[in-house]
């Protein structure tokens, strides 16, 4: 089927050219490969197509008809073709995006607002969670992720940085004297499931040695927004994004603890699917995330 589609393909461009020579050239492949075409698509047929004189080809009734069947279906494929490059390519279609929804609440969906009034052709999909969804089964374009992601081989672009803190409620610290730093290594911890080791920590020091930390979660959630209401509630210990807990901290809901010690900052990353090229609707997005979000 693709050799005689190929055929005619070459047939029409003969024909379109008025020659041998020219259809070559446009389909780049040599004369002699041209004419090879014509001839295996003749005797498949079992007709004449062309009448082949010195002022160049004429068609035949037969090569007339082939022509007029087949001349329209080739424009219609190249005319969809183009315009999946199109769409490929410009700013229109949906952009399907999934995001925690704490930070999407915060920072993505006020951006993706003001990135659709840019773009006023493109749709959104928006999808909020916090598991790391299949990309492919999900058909989402991208993902907004916190943390250090656990699969390292998912594509992925840094888009800013954020500082966490350990904290927890006063009531609980009433109850739990944390005389050293040492010390949270024995007290209920309150983890989140999403990141690859949630109770284990470097805390570090401007002048002491940094101090690693391993505990073990008592509670578990994959919530961020969760993992704060528990925390207040007197659970346990946390880390949580400093973004997320500036208005507790300042009403005294919760504490930070060791203020003196800081934690590795924490990635903002955005994955999307692997594939040999992004759609530019993607990388556009993803361009304008990185100038937007400042933590």
Same mark, same amino acid.
């Given at each position: 089927?693709?050799? &005689?589609?190929?055929?005619?393909?070459?047939?029409?461009?003969?024909?379109?050219?008025?020659?041998?020579?020219?259809?070559?050239?446009?389909?780049?492949?040599? /004369?002699?490969?041209?004419?090879?075409?014509?001839?295996? +698509?003749?005797?498949? +047929?079992?007709?004449?197509?062309?009448?082949?004189?010195?002022?160049?080809?004429?068609?035949?009734?037969?090569? &007339?008809?082939?022509?007029?069947?087949?001349?329209?279906?080739?424009?219609?494929?190249?005319?969809?073709? $183009?315009?999946?490059?199109?769409?490929?390519?410009? =700013?229109?279609?949906? !952009?399907?995006?999934?995001?925690?929804?704490?930070?999407?609440?915060?920072? +993505?969906? #006020? !951006?993706?607002?003001?990135?659709?009034?840019?773009? @006023?052709?493109?749709?959104?999909?928006?999808?909020?969670?916090?598991?790391?969804?299949?990309?492919?089964? $999900?058909?989402?374009?991208?993902?907004?992720?916190?943390?250090? !992601?656990?699969?390292?081989? =998912? /594509?992925?672009?840094?888009?800013? $940085?954020?500082?966490? %803190?350990?904290?927890?409620?006063?009531?609980?610290?009433?109850?739990?004297?944390?005389?050293?730093?040492?010390?949270?290594?024995?007290?209920?911890?309150?983890?989140?499931?999403?990141? &690859?080791? #949630?109770?284990?920590?470097?805390?570090?020091? =401007?002048?002491?040695?940094?101090?690693?930390?391993?505990? /073990?979660?008592?509670?578990?959630?994959?919530?961020?927004?969760?993992?704060?209401?528990?925390?207040?509630?007197?659970?346990?210990?946390?880390?949580? #994004?400093?973004?997320?807990?500036?208005?507790?901290?300042?009403?005294?809901?919760?504490?930070?603890?060791?203020?003196? %010690?800081?934690?590795?900052? &924490? #990635?903002?990353?955005?994955?999307? @699917?692997?594939?040999?090229?992004?759609?530019?609707?993607?990388?556009?997005?993803?361009?304008? +995330?990185?100038?937007?979000?400042? !933590?």
């Amino acid at each position: 089927m693709n050799n &005689q589609l190929n055929r005619i393909q070459t047939f029409i461009a003969v024909v379109d050219c008025g020659s041998f020579t020219r259809a070559a050239e446009r389909l780049l492949i040599s /004369k002699a490969m041209t004419s090879i075409h014509v001839k295996r +698509l003749e005797e498949s +047929l079992n007709i004449p197509l062309l009448i082949r004189n010195s002022r160049g080809v004429a068609l035949t009734e037969a090569g &007339q008809l082939l022509y007029n069947e087949f001349s329209e279906i080739f424009i219609n494929i190249q005319s969809s073709l $183009d315009n999946v490059a199109e769409q490929y390519l410009s =700013l229109s279609g949906t !952009l399907r995006i999934t995001s925690t929804i704490e930070f999407g609440d915060r920072f +993505l969906l #006020p !951006l993706i607002g003001e990135f659709c009034k840019i773009h @006023p052709q493109l749709n959104i999909s928006y999808n909020a969670g916090s598991v790391l969804n299949d990309l492919i089964s $999900d058909r989402l374009d991208l993902a907004i992720r916190l943390g250090v !992601l656990r699969d390292s081989s =998912l /594509k992925s672009r840094k888009i800013a $940085d954020y500082k966490i %803190y350990l904290v927890a409620s006063p009531d609980w610290l009433e109850k739990n004297k944390l005389e050293s730093v040492n010390d949270l290594r024995g007290v209920d911890w309150i983890a989140n499931s999403n990141l &690859q080791t #949630p109770t284990h920590w470097e805390l570090s020091h =401007l002048t002491l040695p940094s101090i690693d930390i391993r505990a /073990k979660a008592r509670f578990n959630t994959n919530s961020s927004t969760s993992i704060k209401t528990m925390a207040i509630a007197g659970f346990g210990v946390t880390v949580l #994004p400093e973004w997320m807990i500036e208005t507790e901290l300042k009403s005294g809901n919760l504490v930070r603890l060791f203020p003196e %010690y800081s934690l590795p900052k &924490q #990635p903002v990353t955005i994955v999307f @699917p692997n594939g040999h090229k992004i759609q530019r609707k993607c990388r556009v997005f993803i361009d304008y +995330l990185v100038e937007k979000i400042k !933590l």
